[in-house]
């Protein structure tokens, strides 16, 4: 099976622009989940998708949003970009049945906010 | 709250010495604890992760982790290490806080393999 793919791979905006990344889990995966990964604050979830529902959320302003599509390929997007919205961020996908939560990574999208 | 914590940010061994990458845990309830290896401009490739069971998990490229339940430990091993397993190690844990599961990672160890 292919794997978690996800785009642009790099990403540069100014301040105050909006940004979308997309996701594609691997297929027959329900479960799409998001990460923030910077020097600072390393690794920090940001929401979860399952069946078109958001059903997890991290604590992140309301300027992070997210979506599923009935495919369950996600894009998550980001408003009023901030110079601390650089990151690295990552999608996440799960069968969310069988195995015990176990989650399988995309490469990550590069975001630099200028 | 679901905690991990990796007291070392940095972990450097020669290579064909064994490694040790430290992760302690945090959590109320039976623990789901899993180690992450990030290599650079790539996102994190799971390792292993422990359920429950045998304490002692082995896991992918010749890693094991130890899980000790009395000092809430969860650590990574490997007998003899390599130049390529200079990575980034991450230990993490599930929160189901709310009943949806989520990952809580530790800050992460970068583990440099000298030939």
């Known amino acids: 099976k292919a794997g978690v793919t996800q785009t642009p791979r790099y990403l540069i905006k100014t301040r105050g622009q909006q940004v979308t990344l997309s996701c594609s889990p691997i297929?027959?995966?329900?479960?799409v989940s998001w990460y923030q990964q910077t020097p600072g604050q390393g690794l920090q979830f940001l929401f979860e998708y399952f069946s078109e529902t958001q059903r997890n959320k991290g604590n992140f302003p309301g300027r992070f949003s997210g979506r599923q599509f009935s495919n369950s390929r996600s894009e998550m997007n980001v408003s009023t970009l901030e110079l601390g919205d650089s990151a690295l961020y990552l999608c996440?996908?799960?069968?969310?049945?069988?195995?015990?939560?176990?989650?399988?990574f995309g490469p990550g999208t590069r975001l630099t906010v200028t | 709250a679901q905690s991990v914590a990796q007291p070392e940010d940095q972990v450097n061994v020669a290579e064909g010495n064994p490694l040790t990458v430290k992760c302690t845990y945090s959590v109320s309830g039976n623990p789901y604890l899993f180690w992450y290896v990030q290599y650079p401009n790539r996102g994190l490739q799971f390792l292993l992760k422990?359920?429950?069971?045998?304490?002692l998990v082995k896991g992918s490229y010749g890693f094991e982790a130890e899980f000790n339940k009395s000092q809430t430990s969860f650590h990574l091993k490997k007998p003899s290490a390599l130049v390529s397993d200079s990575a980034l190690y991450f230990c993490a844990v599930r929160d189901s806080t709310g009943g949806y599961n989520k990952l809580i990672f530790g800050a992460g160890t970068r583990l440099a393999v000298h030939p």
């Open positions: 996440a996908s799960s069968p969310d049945e069988g195995v015990p939560y176990e989650q399988y």
């Open positions: 422990y359920i429950t069971g045998d304490n």
């Open positions: 297929s027959g995966h329900r479960s």
